[in-house]
């Protein structure tokens, strides 16, 4: 008896006095750039007594003042951000406060919104060919965006040394940095103007873009004018050139691509003034090889059977199975766009070969596979 007495006593102690306790619903929030939301704060008062005067308020949780468009309802507990602009991002606060004192408790909104680029400097921008130019792109997003930089007319990424830097220029033209996240992307432009010496060779290829079909004969011309005539050289980007090509007065020629042969074809004229660069990009399609995994099966009557067809070549690739000389594959027989077949049990039947055909814009070809079907004798 003695004890319990006590016990109330501390009890009461604890309680009488005690700060309000605030909640927050929800804690968390995210919204696109435009949307609007509203955060509730509740407040529980465990003073017994419950006849303080309570004072609730919302604040940003680094203290500056509420933007416009964020206002609280008239008790001070709702708070709605409507229309949401990136500067909303952050957290905010809820405080209760009574004589017994104050609680907190915080929530979040991130506002997402599509990237803005700038570039630094803005305008045209004037370099003497082998000079260094730099021009910084920076893009504010969220969820943080990528960049890229192009040159206009080129499918191509353009090499950059640092992230944000076009580097080594040699041709003059517009170049675009691109900025991308969920919410959408964004380019901002530069045009650059490579001034030369008067006689300073200026390269141009033709075709700048080529899509090739293994085994066929690509050309590429190059064309330069300055004074004296420059020098016509042809490289590959990040490759020696094929080794079955030839080059006669600034035509490359390759005889019969393959596929490793895709990618950035660079025309280089020299002369005393300096030199040009011009590029081709070229993508060479293969009709489709086409295996299948195992390529050959034992099994016994109530085994499953799955067979994998795979097919390189440019996509898109599509996968047929069949089995030969037979209409039809076994009925329940399962196959997937992923060229997965599948019989869960098969039946002696089901025996014979089994034939993939895989099919691109360019053509097709086959791979077959036995299938064996056979009770084992047991010898025992
Ligand atoms: C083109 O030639 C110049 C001068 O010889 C050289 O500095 C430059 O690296 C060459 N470019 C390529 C892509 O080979």
Not at 139 to 166: C, H, I, M, Y
Not at 230 to 254: E, F, Q, Y
Request: charged share 20%.
């Amino acid at each position: 008896m003695h004890l319990q007495c006590v016990l109330m006593v501390l009890f009461f102690c604890a309680v009488a006095g005690q700060a309000p306790v605030v909640s927050v619903e929800p804690r968390a929030a995210t919204v696109r750039k435009g949307e609007s939301v509203s955060f509730r704060c509740s407040v529980k008062l465990t003073d017994s007594s419950n006849s303080r005067p309570l004072e609730v308020q919302w604040k940003k949780a680094n203290n500056q003042a509420l933007p416009d468009n964020v206002k609280v309802g008239p008790d001070g507990s709702v708070l709605t951000i409507a229309n949401a602009v990136p500067g909303n991002h952050g957290q905010y606060r809820c405080v209760a406060s009574s004589s017994a004192g104050r609680g907190t408790a915080n929530v979040m909104l991130t506002v997402k919104y599509a990237p803005k680029v700038r570039l630094t400097p803005s305008g045209p921008l004037r370099v003497r060919i082998g000079d260094p130019v730099s021009v910084e792109c920076r893009a504010q997003g969220r969820p943080q965006p990528t960049l890229t930089w192009k040159r206009q007319g080129s499918t191509l990424q353009l090499v950059t040394t640092e992230a944000n830097d076009v580097n080594t220029i040699t041709d003059s033209g517009v170049y675009i940095c691109l900025s991308e996240n969920t919410e959408g992307m964004t380019e901002a432009k530069i045009e650059i103007i490579v001034e030369r010496e008067l006689g300073a060779p200026v390269a141009s290829v033709s075709p700048t873009e080529i899509t090739a079909v293994e085994g066929h004969i690509v050309t590429i011309e190059c064309q330069a004018s300055g004074s004296p005539p420059p020098v016509i050289t042809w490289s590959k980007l990040r490759a020696p050139l094929p080794w079955k090509h030839t080059v006669v007065g600034g035509v490359l020629t390759l005889s019969s691509v393959g596929r490793q042969d895709s990618g950035q074809y660079i025309c280089n004229a020299t002369n005393i003034h300096g030199y040009s660069e011009a590029y081709t990009d070229m993508e060479v399609e293969t009709p489709p090889y086409t295996t299948i995994l195992p390529d050959q099966v034992r099994l016994q009557p109530g085994d499953a059977l799955q067979l994998q067809c795979l097919a390189h070549g440019t996509h898109p690739i599509d996968l047929t199975w069949s089995r030969v000389g037979r209409p039809s594959l076994p009925p329940g027989t399962e196959t997937t766009k992923g060229g997965k077949l599948l019989i869960t049990k098969v039946k002696q039947s089901d025996s014979g070969t089994y034939k993939c055909v895989a099919t691109n814009h360019i053509g097709s070809s086959e791979a077959t596979t036995r299938v064996v079907i056979r009770r084992e004798l047991d010898l025992s």
